[in-house]
């Protein structure tokens, strides 16, 4: 079974960055499809930003313009740069990576914006 390991969340105050990273316990290489996703109290679960097999990104609107996510595969890392933060980007951050029919998850991160 494939682990995701998250790191870099904190609290930051508005308009602040922060940034996330994700390091899976095999090759990046074998994880087709990455993705950033966020959960906040008594919401659901959301896709924040994607990074498909074919390179392509993917950013929710209300992220769009302030966050990138970005593959490193030199280091074999999944990142999410989060600049100009908002209270309402608080929320835990997980790590997901898909493979065929095999989905993992990290155990994620939380983020907290507040002034």
């Known amino acids: 079974q494939v682990q995701l390991v998250e790191s870099g969340g904190g609290l930051v105050q508005p308009g602040g960055t922060l940034r996330l990273s994700c390091i899976p316990s095999?090759?990046?290489?074998?994880?087709?499809?990455m993705a950033w996703y966020r959960q906040a109290p008594g919401k659901p679960r959301e896709l924040v930003a994607s990074?498909?097999?074919?390179?392509?990104?993917f950013y929710t609107g209300a992220v769009k313009g302030r966050f990138t996510i970005s593959k490193d595969n030199a280091n074999n890392t999944l990142s999410l740069q989060m600049n100009s933060l908002k209270v309402e980007d608080t929320a835990a951050y997980y790590c997901n990576g898909k493979s065929g029919d095999d989905d993992y998850w990290g155990q994620g991160t939380q983020v907290t914006v507040s002034p």
């Open positions: 990074f498909g097999s074919t390179g392509r990104l």
């Open positions: 095999t090759s990046i290489f074998n994880i087709p499809y």
